[in-house]
């Protein structure tokens, strides 16, 4: 996981990272572990455009 925060659009966390053959996995749930705080998550892997991949919002 390269980066992690939380989105008030979608009302949950959402984190970007590498994920081998990503683009051929969408949909899938991976497991992320946080070995520091004992965590363990699962994750859905998307595009990382999911939110208006069209860019109509932007356009108007």
Known sequence: MT???????????????FLKAGRAR???LVALVDAMRGVET?????????LDPEGRRMRG
């Open 3 to 17: 980066s992690a925060c939380w989105s008030p659009t979608f009302d949950t966390a959402l984190a970007l990272g």
């Open 42 to 50: 699962l994750c859905e892997v998307t595009d990382p455009v999911f």
């Open 26 to 28: 969408h949909g899938e």
